[in-house]
């Protein structure tokens, strides 16, 4: 460690507590209803495009959730999506909504980090999630294409492929740079139409429902398969965080928005596995991906298998759009930071949205879409576990270093009760990276080894004047934010 306080893995600033925090607490008081980090003079996302801007970054439906049938059979995946939200989905949620509230700016997460523990954490932190994302996001458009392959065989490889994934990725880039507001009721139609179908199948399961089967159980039960698909299926509730400086009232907004995303995405796992594995009698082994189309021809005829295929591919539209806006206001709030170049922060000049951090973003998902990666989307996975285990490691520090920080919404636990709710997701995070193999270790080594090279390196980079960094006096809440005790404007 050096003598600087924002290189070590400490408390940022020290100091007199009540007059660094001053400003951001009478921001955060007013409910963060001020002109908030990156707000560029733009409309702010209300709470109903914000509920389901958060149910694309989570869910988008119940697409993805048949391998916990496959895996275990019809009782515990019933058992596994009724349970599992309280002692994941809820804990991250809450987190999330007390965080955000309390700092309510772009980068999120990042500023929690930051704020914590230092510039160096706040930093990974960044590397950790954005590796995270960018990745889960380059899988949606090759998605969108296996889908439409199977109404138009052509697109299923060749050029026709290409241009299909490019199209995808052009088309919702260019709705992303028209701004959050029309991103997120986009994402409300997108919601209503890629649910409905599983709402329709639900009603015509009722006559054909027989109790009994929901307690059947898979012969060979593989749990690694079930519990990565209870993860995989109910994380990144923290996501929102990121445009949290684009909310109008986030300290009110939010939370409610959180609350509305967390039932409705529970809903909507639980009443189709219900409607499903209730009425037909289908072996364990026949839930493979994609079986809830299958499922719905069964119960109600091919024309509900075709609705909800297409519904797959719309949803596959608003999770790619969720997860590219989340990452792009991700970097901006790093630039406003310091912790990254200015240019990333740059708005344009009629939507003002972060164009710059938008295209990169969506250029480097785009080269994603064209590779294999399983290993890789493990180590994405990994890279999230440990983003979360600092996460919930700065909400219990900042608890103990600033409890006099004022918080529109504080998770309604005293100190040791905090502790216990980070502590059962915390534990079922270290499980999951237990059962990762060497190759996705040694691919999160390598990704994080460069996440540490990029934070030195715009060390270098802002003490020699190479690149521009921001140093917080003209971004709002990042400003303030910064007189708060951040030290990332030092990097």
């Not at 700092?103 to 510039?119: H, S, T």
């Not at 995989?232 to 400086?245: E, H, Q, R």
Request: net charge neutral; glycine share 12%.
């Amino acid at each position: 460690m050096t003598g600087d306080a924002h290189l070590g893995v400490g408390v940022g600033v020290e100091g007199d507590a009540e007059e660094k925090n001053a400003a951001a607490d009478a921001l955060a008081a007013d409910g963060g209803g001020g002109h908030g980090s990156g707000s560029g003079g733009g409309r702010k996302l209300s709470l109903v495009p914000l509920i389901f801007l958060i149910f694309f970054e989570v869910a988008g439906g119940p697409y993805g959730a048949e391998p916990a049938v496959q895996a275990a059979g019809p009782l515990y995946a019933l058992l596994g999506f009724l349970i599992f939200p309280f002692i994941w989905a809820i804990p991250e949620a809450l987190v999330t909504a007390e965080l955000s509230t309390a700092m309510p700016g772009n980068g999120g997460y990042v500023l929690w980090a930051d704020r914590a523990f230092g510039a160096l954490p706040g930093s990974l932190m960044g590397t950790w999630k954005y590796v995270s994302a960018a990745i889960n996001g380059a899988a949606f458009p090759a998605l969108c294409a296996d889908y439409l392959a199977r109404v138009a065989p052509a697109v299923s490889g060749g050029r026709a492929r290409v241009a299909t994934i490019v199209a995808f990725n052009v088309a919702l880039t260019f709705v992303n740079y028209t701004g959050l507001t029309v991103v997120g009721w986009s994402a409300v139609g997108l919601g209503v139409a890629s649910l409905s179908p599983f709402l329709v199948m639900s009603g015509a399961a009722l006559p054909k429902i027989r109790p009994r089967r929901w307690r059947v159980v898979a012969g060979e039960r593989d749990w690694k398969l079930f519990f990565n698909t209870l993860f995989w299926n109910l994380n990144y509730w923290d996501s929102v965080s990121t445009m949290a400086g684009e909310v109008d009232r986030p300290g009110k907004t939010l939370p409610k928005a959180l609350v509305s995303a967390v039932s409705m995405t529970s809903l909507g796992y639980l009443l189709p596995l219900l409607a499903a594995t209730g009425a037909l009698d289908v072996a364990p082994d026949s839930w493979g991906n994609g079986f809830f189309a299958d499922a719905a021809g069964m119960i109600a005829g091919n024309w509900l298998k075709y609705w909800i295929e297409v519904g797959a591919v719309l949803s596959s539209i608003g999770l790619y759009s969720a997860t590219l806006s989340s990452a792009a206001f991700q970097l901006l709030g790093m630039a406003d930071l310091g912790l990254l170049p200015r240019i990333f922060a740059a708005r344009a000049p009629v939507f003002r949205t972060p164009w710059v951090s938008i295209v990169a973003t969506a250029a480097i998902t785009l080269g994603m879409s064209f590779l294999s990666f399983d290993s890789i989307v493990a180590a994405a996975n990994f890279l999230y576990s440990l983003g979360m285990l600092l996460e919930f490691a700065a909400f219990v520090w900042l608890r103990v270093k600033q409890p006099g920080l004022t918080r529109p919404y504080r998770v309604p636990a005293r100190l040791p009760a905090a502790v216990v709710l980070c502590l059962v997701p915390s534990a079922f995070l270290v499980f999951v990276m237990a059962i990762a193999g060497w190759k996705v270790y040694a691919i999160s080594a390598a990704f994080t080894a460069t996440g540490v090279a990029v934070y030195y390196l715009m060390r270098f980079c802002k003490a020699r004047g190479c690149l521009r960094f921001s140093d917080g006096s003209d971004h709002g809440t990042a400003a303030v934010y910064q007189q708060d005790g951040s030290n990332a404007g030092d990097v």
